[in-house]
């Protein structure tokens, strides 16, 4: 089954896909940080949201 690219929000709002530009754009801005930091973060704690926002939350404090 492919991406129904016409939805502005991942499908499952628990995961982050870096390999897919726009959800990167997503969460970048739903986060508040660069593609980069995003891909670190990601790269750090795996694709949990949860797991993301409480890297960044520590790498921030």
Same mark, same amino acid.
Not at 7 to 20: C, F, L
Not at 22 to 27: D, G, T
């Given at each position: 089954? @492919?991406?129904?690219?016409? *939805?502005?929000?991942?499908?499952?709002? %628990? *995961?982050? #896909? $870096?390999?897919? #530009?726009?959800?990167?754009? +997503?969460?970048?801005?739903?986060?508040?940080? @660069?593609?980069? *930091?995003?891909?670190?973060? $990601? *790269?750090? &704690? =795996? %694709?949990? &949201?949860?797991?993301?926002?409480? +890297?960044? =939350?520590?790498?921030?404090?």
């Amino acid at each position: 089954m @492919s991406d129904d690219l016409s *939805k502005r929000r991942p499908q499952d709002a %628990t *995961k982050i #896909n $870096v390999h897919e #530009n726009w959800e990167l754009e +997503y969460w970048s801005k739903e986060l508040g940080v @660069s593609r980069d *930091k995003l891909r670190e973060a $990601v *790269k750090a &704690v =795996g %694709t949990s &949201v949860a797991a993301v926002r409480r +890297y960044l =939350g520590e790498q921030f404090e």
